[in-house]
């Protein structure tokens, strides 16, 4: 009898699929995220060999400011839009959105599809690394978006220990040519920082320097809470760093193993008290909780920023970026510092989703199994085979351009070169690409070196929350419960204390009463058994 079932379901599969392909919907529209350096989509050469190759037509629809507030909108008013979204790409859905959008049937499962048949390139990965398909399947049994993740980490160059190339997102840096104008040494306290950015505003080392319009110094400019360019990385100095812009991402896991939201915690208090003065001085940028990348590098450019965080110097400070070197990590008035590492190199299922709406999931997916060639990988993530890649090695691999020929040949850094074509998506960087098909590339190497010989010199405890956890669909209902007035109450708060001041004790008391009310408890003890959960699978 069960034999007779299977049959009878796989005939209904096959008889779905073949709906879909009858269809034969070979245009699609697409939104997706994109860095705020990139040249857009439209016309990127690699995208559009890919389509021709399946036999597609992709229309960009792509974001980078107000990403979470433009796919709020489009994704309620889909299934009534006359020129529905066939799939969502690179626009940050996390395990629980994926899980609450299938349940509803906004997104489709792709199981189905993931076969030899349709996605061969992608089917034999996760044959031969179950462990991403584990990672990628809900607690449903279904699949509602296609891997991504990044093996990248510090033993690939040759380090004794294996930590992503993410694992510490924020590198702060100093204007270095500033600092000797004016005979001050670098500072390592966060006190002694202020004291520099004091001297850089008096000074307006912008004009003096640089020859730019009087008063247009910006002593310190950041993100509020943004990735790799927030404000966070001075909070090390109270002994964490909270790294995202998502408050429940910001969970840190002590070496015991007890989970712990940093929002609560008495440092966090004295953090955000000590900065006030900072932003009321004027030595932060006022502008801080609402200009985006954009308008950040622009004024890095200009050369009017004395400190910043990015993900390196090339990449933000432009013709100026021989004047900066990296700001160690600053202790704070106790004395002391602590780096909060962050996860890296997880699986995650929130690149790309396919939408009910679409016609012919099977034309659209045979597209993205071609993002899962090593060759394909190798040029949406750095650039297409004659501009980045140009030669390969004696192992017969690509190696990427440099610094020097990215100038000569194009006026770019090889930072900028790679900015300007990368591609957002789904995108599974296997550790055996760095083996058969392009040298890791120097920035990159670089970058690993910096983070494990230099930034982990201030990291206590290497215990990090991972972020490839898989829900129930019992905790999701409890995390969509609570989680938006949770973050809301915590991103909120921190922002009005940096800008006006406080907490006072009644202040303080107040807010961990409101976040009791927005359930922190309550999500704590489910990020505490899927925690302990997921280390007992491991």
Same mark, same amino acid.
């Given at each position: 009898?069960?034999?007779?079932?299977?049959?009878?379901?796989?005939?209904?599969?096959?008889?779905?699929?073949?709906?879909?392909?009858?269809?034969?919907?070979?245009?699609?529209?697409?939104?997706?995220?994109?860095?705020?350096?990139?040249?857009?989509?439209?016309?990127?050469?690699?995208?559009?060999?890919?389509?021709?190759?399946?036999?597609?037509?992709?229309?960009?629809?792509?974001?980078?400011?107000?990403?979470?507030?433009?796919?709020?909108?489009?994704?309620?008013?889909?299934?009534?839009?006359?020129?529905?979204?066939?799939?969502?790409?690179?626009?940050?859905?996390?395990?629980?959105?994926?899980?609450?959008?299938?349940?509803?049937?906004?997104?489709?499962?792709?199981?189905?599809?993931?076969?030899?048949?349709?996605?061969?390139?992608?089917?034999?990965?996760?044959?031969?690394?179950?462990?991403?398909?584990?990672?990628?399947?809900?607690?449903?049994?279904?699949?509602?978006?296609?891997?991504?993740?990044?093996?990248?980490?510090?033993?690939?160059?040759?380090?004794?220990?294996?930590?992503?190339?993410?694992?510490?997102?924020?590198?702060?840096?100093?204007?270095?040519?500033?600092?000797?104008?004016?005979?001050?040494?670098?500072?390592?306290?966060?006190?002694?920082?202020?004291?520099?950015?004091?001297?850089?505003?008096?000074?307006?080392?912008?004009?003096?320097?640089?020859?730019?319009?009087?008063?247009?110094?910006?002593?310190?400019?950041?993100?509020?809470?943004?990735?790799?360019?927030?404000?966070?990385?001075?909070?090390?100095?109270?002994?964490?760093?909270?790294?995202?812009?998502?408050?429940?991402?910001?969970?840190?896991?002590?070496?015991?193993?007890?989970?712990?939201?940093?929002?609560?915690?008495?440092?966090?208090?004295?953090?955000?008290?000590?900065?006030?003065?900072?932003?009321?001085?004027?030595?932060?940028?006022?502008?801080?909780?609402?200009?985006?990348?954009?308008?950040?590098?622009?004024?890095?450019?200009?050369?009017?920023?004395?400190?910043?965080?990015?993900?390196?110097?090339?990449?933000?400070?432009?013709?100026?970026?021989?004047?900066?070197?990296?700001?160690?990590?600053?202790?704070?008035?106790?004395?002391?510092?602590?780096?909060?590492?962050?996860?890296?190199?997880?699986?995650?299922?929130?690149?790309?989703?396919?939408?009910?709406?679409?016609?012919?999931?099977?034309?659209?997916?045979?597209?993205?199994?071609?993002?899962?060639?090593?060759?394909?990988?190798?040029?949406?993530?750095?650039?297409?085979?004659?501009?980045?890649?140009?030669?390969?090695?004696?192992?017969?691999?690509?190696?990427?351009?440099?610094?020097?020929?990215?100038?000569?040949?194009?006026?770019?850094?090889?930072?900028?070169?790679?900015?300007?074509?990368?591609?957002?998506?789904?995108?599974?960087?296997?550790?055996?690409?760095?083996?058969? !098909?392009? $040298?890791? &590339? *120097?920035?990159?190497?670089?970058?690993?070196?910096? #983070?494990?010989?230099? /930034?982990?010199? +201030?990291?206590?405890?290497?215990?990090?929350?991972?972020?490839?956890?898989?829900?129930?669909?019992?905790?999701?209902?409890?995390?969509?419960?609570?989680?938006?007035?949770?973050?809301?109450? !915590?991103? $909120?708060? &921190? *922002?009005?204390?940096?800008?006006?001041?406080?907490? #006072?004790?009644?202040? /303080?008391?107040? +807010?961990?009463?409101?976040?009791?009310?927005?359930?922190?408890?309550?999500?704590?003890?489910?990020?505490?058994?899927?925690?302990?959960?997921?280390?007992?699978?491991?």
């Amino acid at each position: 009898m069960k034999k007779v079932v299977s049959l009878f379901l796989a005939v209904i599969m096959l008889m779905s699929l073949a709906s879909f392909a009858s269809a034969e919907q070979t245009e699609f529209n697409v939104l997706s995220g994109i860095s705020a350096l990139s040249g857009g989509y439209d016309k990127n050469e690699v995208l559009l060999a890919m389509q021709e190759q399946a036999g597609v037509k992709i229309n960009w629809d792509t974001w980078s400011d107000s990403l979470s507030e433009v796919v709020g909108t489009r994704i309620s008013g889909n299934a009534a839009s006359k020129n529905p979204i066939d799939a969502f790409q690179a626009v940050g859905f996390s395990n629980f959105d994926l899980m609450r959008y299938g349940a509803a049937g906004t997104f489709i499962d792709l199981t189905p599809y993931i076969t030899p048949e349709v996605m061969p390139n992608l089917a034999a990965i996760l044959e031969e690394h179950p462990e991403i398909r584990a990672a990628i399947t809900m607690s449903d049994g279904k699949i509602y978006g296609l891997p991504a993740g990044e093996q990248m980490g510090t033993a690939g160059i040759g380090r004794e220990k294996d930590y992503s190339i993410f694992s510490v997102p924020q590198f702060a840096m100093i204007n270095k040519a500033w600092l000797d104008d004016l005979n001050l040494e670098m500072p390592r306290t966060l006190d002694q920082l202020h004291d520099v950015l004091v001297a850089f505003k008096e000074n307006d080392m912008s004009a003096k320097y640089y020859g730019n319009a009087a008063g247009s110094t910006i002593p310190m400019s950041t993100g509020f809470d943004e990735w790799c360019w927030g404000q966070n990385v001075f909070y090390a100095g109270f002994g964490f760093t909270n790294w995202p812009n998502d408050v429940c991402m910001d969970l840190t896991v002590n070496a015991d193993g007890v989970v712990n939201f940093v929002s609560d915690d008495d440092s966090y208090r004295a953090a955000v008290t000590y900065f006030h003065d900072w932003y009321a001085d004027g030595l932060m940028d006022l502008e801080m909780f609402s200009q985006d990348a954009n308008q950040l590098i622009a004024k890095c450019t200009g050369g009017r920023v004395g400190v910043a965080t990015w993900w390196e110097i090339n990449e933000i400070m432009g013709q100026y970026a021989k004047d900066y070197v990296y700001l160690p990590i600053l202790n704070g008035p106790e004395g002391t510092s602590n780096v909060t590492l962050r996860t890296g190199g997880a699986i995650n299922a929130g690149q790309l989703s396919i939408t009910a709406q679409c016609k012919d999931p099977a034309k659209l997916l045979s597209f993205y199994d071609l993002w899962y060639v090593g060759e394909n990988v190798m040029q949406l993530q750095y650039g297409p085979i004659g501009v980045f890649f140009n030669e390969k090695n004696e192992k017969g691999q690509w190696i990427s351009i440099t610094d020097e020929e990215a100038r000569a040949k194009f006026n770019k850094s090889s930072g900028e070169l790679k900015s300007q074509s990368e591609v957002a998506g789904p995108k599974l960087i296997l550790s055996q690409y760095y083996n058969d !098909v392009w $040298e890791m &590339e *120097a920035r990159a190497q670089e970058r690993l070196a910096d #983070t494990y010989d230099y /930034w982990f010199q +201030y990291v206590k405890d290497f215990s990090f929350y991972p972020q490839d956890c898989v829900f129930t669909e019992s905790e999701l209902d409890d995390l969509d419960f609570y989680r938006a007035d949770f973050e809301s109450a !915590v991103k $909120e708060q &921190e *922002a009005l204390w940096i800008k006006n001041g406080g907490p #006072t004790d009644a202040e /303080w008391a107040a +807010y961990k009463a409101t976040l009791e009310r927005c359930g922190m408890s309550t999500l704590l003890d489910i990020y505490q058994t899927v925690y302990d959960r997921y280390v007992a699978a491991k």
